[in-house]
């Protein structure tokens, strides 16, 4: 997730135009003849009190300690036509009076010294008495006292700032404080009152080209006083602070002002307990940057910020170094730089800075929620548990910790029942959350429960349909119950969607090699063993939990109706812990190892020995003569007809190789 200051317009004045305020010459002549009475404050919100116009930052010359009579009488009886001071001055006096500690008597006759000051004043020539009338009738709307109507003042308030409008339609400030004003008086019955649209006025303020910075700055204020909590409107107000700061970029005070704001914004998006928005977090680390270069909290905020939201990572990195080269032992800038790492993809370095953090405070929630997910990622099972374990120790409570500790557990194909109890624990929480449920239906189906399984992928399904995982995940469960084109089309879609989730690819290509045995089996009238009787299965019958070595040992039953030597389940677990470099078919090799026409094949075994199974590339021949090669991810079976081997010529065995090459190019090309 930055000209000289003018304070004055040159104005055009028509009498004619003013005539709009005679509508209201019957309600002053009746409010004259109101007797005081007792006072009342309205609860109504008074928007102008929260505006900020800028007055001691861009017209410094003008000190108030206190805004008293004699001060508003000095501002509005000058020829200034700075409207902000006006404002400023009418707003300031009216909220000393009404809120000072002067009798309720005491208060209605400074009320009503000034009012008679500002009337006599009037003059239909001069736009700026215009603007102080109907700004004060404005102020006096919002008091709510009882001696005053305080509809009629609202609506006279509206008239004066509408006739501005039709009087001068090129002077932005007219378009700004009619919105102001009629911000202000929202709570107040003007709902008859339609001559012009406040928003549509704010825009058409912006619209000027306008190179007062003092403009811009009492823009952003407004924004911020009619946002509504609106990080949108936020967004709107910060950028007019920017534009303030731009034309002014000398006045320190304007940049004081400016980021006051933003640190008061960032405070209330605290107190409301709500997302603050990147760019709102930016601005203030920036800005304290500015002020501090060697700002190690500074640079860390910031890195931590572009780490987390994904967003300018190799600046975020930057930052979190500097961070840490500032204060190399504190955790919390550690834990940081250990995220950016882990961002930029420099897992070796992430582990090391994580693990830093961890021995100077152990306690630090943050560094094992990361290390816990990073050593997810990199299967080390146990060292995420041990971190996952800790955390559900400070919270059993907290959702995101009991799907983390769940995934891991059954991905581990560990403790199965106290996965499935916290992934329910999870899913009670956050029950449309479709990661959760993803979770939840993985952990079903390591504990057997297929059919809910299948109920709570579809479920999170409809919430989510771009996650990838929850399509594969659906493919295993497919897979288990036989419908093997249903898998492949579902881990086909899900790879799409996430092709970096793991074992993907040799999933994909484990069960388009099954698919194809299994269709020669059938073509060979052989028997096709049913999956879920293979698989999940020990030789004693006793179940196990699915994992993906169930698509290689199923791969090798296909075989072993072909006359092929029993495989155990746990010597190919076995083998993937202990892996051998593959090797690249030879055409030549293969083709000399052939047997003649009419020879009877000699029966092979599918794997060399129990320590190298399936890793290296393995060549064999089965009892029809067939020649099959796969690889160590089974990305690809070259495979030939049944009839051309029999027929023994090179040419066919060439020709067959082709067409296989050409298949694989087409699936890796479906696969990416």
Not at 109 to 122: A, C, I
Not at 327 to 339: A, F, R, T
Not at 343 to 352: F, G, H, L, Q, Y
Not at 574 to 599: H, R
């Amino acid at each position: 997730m930055h000209k000289i200051i003018n304070d004055y317009f040159d104005l055009k004045n028509s009498p004619a135009t003013f005539k709009i305020y005679y509508i209201c010459a019957a309600a002053v002549i009746a409010l004259a003849l109101t007797p005081f009475c007792a006072l009342a404050q309205s609860s109504s919100t008074n928007i102008s009190a929260k505006i900020d116009f800028g007055v001691p930052i861009f017209t410094p010359h003008f000190k108030f300690e206190e805004v008293d009579f004699e001060a508003v009488k000095k501002v509005l009886g000058s020829d200034t036509k700075n409207l902000p001071i006006r404002a400023f001055v009418l707003s300031s006096y009216v909220n000393n009076i009404a809120g000072g500690t002067k009798s309720i008597n005491e208060s209605a006759l400074e009320l009503e010294k000034l009012l008679s000051f500002v009337l006599l004043r009037y003059d239909p020539q001069s736009s700026e008495t215009c603007f102080d009338r109907g700004y004060l009738y404005m102020t006096i709307a919002n008091l709510g006292y009882q001696n005053y109507n305080n509809r009629i003042y609202a609506l006279m308030s509206l008239c004066d700032m509408a006739s501005l409008l039709s009087v001068e339609p090129l002077n932005p400030y007219y378009h700004l404080f009619y919105t102001v004003v009629y911000a202000s008086l929202k709570d107040q019955d003007i709902s008859e009152f339609k001559l012009y649209d406040p928003l549509e006025e704010l825009k058409k303020s912006l619209s000027f080209d306008v190179t007062d910075p003092q403009f811009h700055y009492i823009v952003g204020s407004t924004f911020l006083a009619i946002a509504q909590n609106s990080p949108d409107i936020h967004q709107l107000a910060y950028a007019e602070f920017m534009q303030a700061v731009k034309l002014a970029p000398r006045n320190k005070t304007l940049k004081e002002r400016v980021f006051k704001n933003l640190i008061d914004l960032l405070a209330e998006y605290d107190e409301r307990k709500i997302k603050k928005p990147v760019w709102l977090e930016e601005s203030a680390y920036l800005y304290l940057i500015e002020k501090d270069q060697d700002s190690a909290a500074a640079h860390n905020n910031l890195g931590y910020l572009y780490t987390m939201n994904n967003t300018k990572l190799d600046a975020g990195l930057e930052h979190c170094k500097k961070a840490v080269s500032l204060d190399p032992n504190n955790p919390v800038y550690l834990h940081s730089l250990g995220c950016a790492y882990y961002k930029n993809r420099d897992v070796k370095k992430a582990v090391a800075a994580l693990k830093k953090a961890y021995s100077f405070d152990p306690s630090l929630k943050e560094v094992h929620e990361h290390l816990s997910e990073i050593y997810l990622q990199m299967n080390d099972n146990d060292s995420a548990i041990k971190h996952l374990e800790f955390l559900l120790a400070q919270d059993t409570s907290e959702a995101l910790i009991n799907n983390n500790y769940a995934y891991i557990l059954a991905e581990a194909n560990k403790k199965l029942e106290t996965a499935l109890e916290c992934s329910e624990m999870a899913v009670r929480t956050e029950g449309e959350n479709a990661i959760y449920l993803d979770t939840l239906a993985w952990v079903y189906f390591k504990n057997g429960m297929l059919k809910e399984a299948f109920e709570t992928v579809d479920r999170a399904i409809k919430i989510d349909p771009a996650l990838g995982a929850l399509y594969m995940h659906k493919g295993d469960f497919l897979f288990y119950s036989g419908r093997i084109d249903e898998a492949l089309e579902n881990y086909n879609r899900g790879i799409m969607l996430d092709p970096a989730f793991p074992s993907a690819a040799a999933n994909i290509s484990m069960l388009n090699s099954i698919k194809a045995m299994r269709d020669k089996l059938s073509a060979l009238k052989k028997n096709v063993p049913k999956v879920s009787d293979v698989i999940c299965t020990g030789e004693k019958g006793e179940k196990r939990p699915f994992s993906y070595d169930e698509y290689e040992f199923y791969f090798h039953k296909l075989f072993e109706q072909l006359g092929f030597d029993p495989v155990k389940f746990e010597v190919i677990k076995a083998s993937k812990k202990s892996p051998v470099l593959p090797v690249e078919p030879d055409s030549a090799i293969e083709i000399k190892n052939l047997k003649a026409p009419g020879s009877l094949p000699e029966k092979k075994k599918l794997l060399n020995d129990e320590s190298s199974i399936g890793e290296d590339i393995l060549k064999f021949m089965n009892t029809t003569g067939e020649v099959i090669f796969y690889d160590k991810t089974f990305e690809i079976i070259l495979k030939s007809t049944g009839e051309n081997l029999l027929n023994g010529t090179k040419e066919s065995i060439i020709q067959s190789s082709v067409e296989t090459e050409i298949k694989k190019d087409s699936v890796e090309a479906d696969v990416k």
